[in-house]
């Protein structure tokens, strides 16, 4: 799972990896519910989404194997 906290970098992110690792498993949860949905499928392989949508999800923390959260800044010098 990669997690970004603005909306256009996790676009970004699934748009760069669905153009070039052609990954039958790869998904982007649109929102809550489909990260759930996500979330409860075994066969889910990669997922990109935002943090915003962990806000109303219970009940997580058997259903993560992986996590790379962006915490990177675009005005770093």
């Given at each position: 799972?990669?997690?970004?906290?603005?909306?256009?970098?996790?676009?970004?992110?699934?748009?760069?990896?669905?153009?070039?690792?052609?990954?039958?498993?790869?998904?982007?949860?649109?929102?809550?519910?489909?990260?759930?949905?996500?979330?409860?499928?075994?066969?889910?392989?990669?997922?990109?989404?935002?943090?915003?949508k962990?806000?109303?999800?219970?009940?997580?923390?058997?259903?993560?194997?992986?996590?790379?959260?962006?915490?990177?800044h675009?005005?770093?010098?």
């Amino acid at each position: 799972m990669i997690i970004t906290d603005r909306i256009e970098l996790d676009e970004q992110i699934f748009a760069i990896i669905n153009g070039t690792a052609n990954l039958d498993t790869l998904h982007h949860a649109k929102n809550t519910s489909h990260l759930n949905e996500l979330l409860n499928d075994d066969g889910v392989g990669l997922i990109t989404t935002t943090i915003f949508k962990f806000s109303d999800l219970k009940d997580i923390k058997n259903r993560i194997r992986f996590i790379l959260i962006d915490e990177a800044h675009r005005s770093q010098n």
